[in-house]
Nanobody
Framework: VQLQASGGGLVLAGGSLRISCAASGRTFSTYNLAWFRQASGKEREFVAA????????EYGLSVKGRFTISRDNAKNTAYLQMNSLKPEDMAVYYC???????????????????WGPGTLVTVSS
C-alpha cells in the first residue's frame, strides 16, 4: 500500500483542521492506519490509530478528546479531524499502515509496513 497525506495548513489556535491520508491499492481495508507527528527538534510521536474495519481506535494522550481518527474504505482514505488545536500541535503529520494492530504508543516505528510523506500543520497563536 502507498500512502499520501494531505490537507495540512495554517490554522489559529483553538481552530480545527482535517487532514487526509489517501492510499493506493485494493487491500486498503486490510490495513490498520495510524497518524504520527513530528515537531521541529522533537521525536516523532504517535497520534492516533484505527483498525481496518474502523471498529477500534486508539489515541495518544496529548490529543485524546480533541482529535478523531476515521476512515472511508470505499474511498481508500483515512482522516484525522483535529479540534481545539494548540500551538504544541504544530508538526509534520505522517500516516502509516500496518497489517497488524500494534502497541502504537511504544512501537518501533521503523517496523511499520508503509509510511507516506507528511503534511505540515501550523498552529498560530
Amino acid at each position: 500500500v502507498q500512502l499520501q497525506a494531505s490537507g495540512g495548513g495554517l490554522v489559529l489556535a483553538g481552530g480545527s483542521l482535517r487532514i487526509s491520508c489517501a492510499a493506493s491499492g485494493r487491500t486498503f481495508s486490510t490495513y490498520n492506519l495510524a497518524w504520527f507527528r513530528q515537531a521541529s527538534g522533537k521525536e516523532r510521536e504517535f497520534v492516533a490509530a484505527i483498525s481496518g474495519n474502523g471498529s477500534a481506535t486508539e489515541y495518544g494522550l496529548s490529543v485524546k478528546g480533541r482529535f478523531t481518527i476515521s476512515r472511508d474504505n470505499a474511498k481508500n482514505t483515512a482522516y484525522l479531524q483535529m479540534n481545539s488545536l494548540k500551538p504544541e500541535d504544530m508538526a509534520v503529520y505522517y500516516c502509516a499502515a500496518d497489517r497488524y494492530w500494534r502497541n502504537w504508543m511504544s512501537i518501533n516505528q521503523g517496523t511499520l509496513d508503509a509510511w507516506g510523506p507528511g503534511t505540515l500543520v501550523t498552529v498560530s497563536s
